[in-house]
């Protein structure tokens, strides 16, 4: 890909990934975050997150379906790391606006209310996933481990998932779309690697 | 009809009578808007845009109320905007903001009600009869969500026990069971978006249905209920979690035994059959200790629960001697 298309598609994605933050902020600043702005930034954040997960979750699977998709590659440390730029927002939420800084009531709910537990664990997933991003870390942990270490982020996806399905009224089903989307999501990578194993079984047998 | 917002008051200015005012401003200006016609349309559509609001109110009507004692004071209301969305009313959808969008199928003239069960005789009550039973009196209660959420609400209606005493129930009936309207082709969004069985069902003991702050109500801000906020009638109980104020009544039930309850049946150990507010008792998902006051800037929302939402005065003596974390 040319220089100039990367920075262009670059500087989109950052402005998109950007975009619901701004929103937020102007909201606070002009008042204007609906009837509940508290629960509004807890929404907006928590969303955004699993919907980044989720992007950053199709990279690998897109890759895999054509060659010519290789180049996504370089836009997946940004979404990673802006999924956990929203995680630690909506966990700052969480620690501000709900507990009002009390770290008593904070244990009491990380012990007590299950969907609480389910998101700071899938925030502490996330958390050496942010620390090893740079390069620099890369190098350090070699390629292979990085990759396992970075596995976690299944789990991460897994983990926000349920911590949604907790946090709505029983009956409610609206987390049934970015449930399905992470499932796909995450069962397309053993399906694809099934499908590659059986193509190069016949590309061996027809050789 | 063209909708437009009209300029942003800070909400911690608004006292109750400028809150009424600003409302009334409201519908001048809507009114205004709707003459300029066409030459608006643009700017309505990027207002839309910018802040999307939309409002089920198509018909209102000026109710004649008298002053009620049972009045709460001292309480900054909740704007008219937020009252009509900001809703829960799963059968017009999940979200917060669906029922101003949705509910604007729902049949409200005629309407009727029946009454069944232990009563002498089967009964049915058109709403204009309702409307004439007893004099419409206004009632701002404070209305606190179970899910921490709270507003001051300034209902039009008047004491269940007045509706009651006409419908001669039989000394076996202990308790009053109100059943929704429902119309699965009216109301789609409660099938698709949720596994709730309905129509929707709540419940009272008799006394607590016959206690003076029991509000069969038909309006607020002085008018006809808008459809989102349970229009053409509804029960509020001030000192309950919000969910046991059914909305839009066609049925009222006297019965011997305690009555299903649509959120109970869904989750018995999140939602109780009694729901009293109690700061004591937390939701398993949250404490009930403090609430989220609706249309005040992020940082100014959080405030103390009470019990019984501040009603401790007029109900408490319903509750004496029972083990309200067990019936919670």
Partial sequence: ????????????????????????????VTNDLGPDPTADIAFTTGRTTLRLLAITLAITPLRRLSPHLNWLIKFRRLLGLFAFFYATL????????????????????????????????????????????????????????????????????ICGVIHYWWQVKTGVITPITITAIIAALLLARPLLSWMQRRRKARAAVAA | MLIAKPPDIPSSEITSRDAYFRYL???????????????????????RLVSPRTTVHADPTKLQTVYSPLTTTGEQLTTFDDITHYNNFYEFGVDKSDPAKNAGGLPTRPWTVK?????????????????????LEDRVYRHRCVEAWSMVIPWVGYSLSEFIKQCNPLPSANYVQFLSYYDRHVE?????????????????????????????????????????????????????????????????????????????????????????????????????????????????????TLMFNGYTDQVASMYTGMNLRKYF
């Fill in chain 2, 188 to 304: 789609k969004w409660g099938g698709a978006e949720t596994s709730i069985v309905w129509p929707y069902s709540e419940g009272l003991r008799m006394d607590e249905a016959m206690n003076p702050l029991t509000l069969l109500t038909f309006g607020l801000y002085g008018e006809t209920l808008p459809n989102q906020d349970g229009a053409p009638v509804r029960i509020v109980l001030p000192w309950k979690y919000g969910f046991k104020s059914a909305k839009s009544i066609v049925t009222v039930r006297f019965i011997d035994k305690q009555p299903p309850t649509t959120w109970n049946e869904q989750a018995p150990n999140e939602y109780g059959f009694y729901s009293n507010v109690n700061p004591d008792v937390d939701h398993p998902r949250w404490s009930q200790k403090t609430e989220r006051r609706i249309g005040l800037p992020f940082y100014a929302q959080r405030r103390t």
């Fill in chain 2, 25 to 47: 401003n409201r519908r001048r200006f809507l009114k205004g808007a709707a003459a300029v016609g066409a030459a608006a349309m643009g700017a309505d559509r990027l207002a």
């Fill in chain 1, 1 to 28: 890909m040319k220089r100039s298309i990367l920075i262009l598609l670059k500087t989109l994605v950052w402005l998109a990934c950007l975009a619901p933050a701004v929103w937020l902020v102007w909201g606070a």
């Fill in chain 1, 90 to 157: 909506h966990m700052l939420t969480y620690v501000a606006l709900y507990s009002g800084f009390s770290v008593p009531a904070m244990i009491g709910d990380v012990a007590k209310r299950r969907f609480i537990t389910m998101g700071v664990a899938a925030y502490l997933l996330l958390l050496p996933l942010a620390l090893t991003s740079t390069t620099w870390a890369i190098r350090k942990l070699g390629g292979k481990n990085w990759n396992r270490l970075h596995k976690l982020i299944y789990l991460a996806a």
């Fill in chain 2, 115 to 135: 009454v069944e069960g232990k009563v002498a005789k089967p009964l049915t009550f058109s709403i204009d009869d309702l409307l004439k039973l007893h004099p």
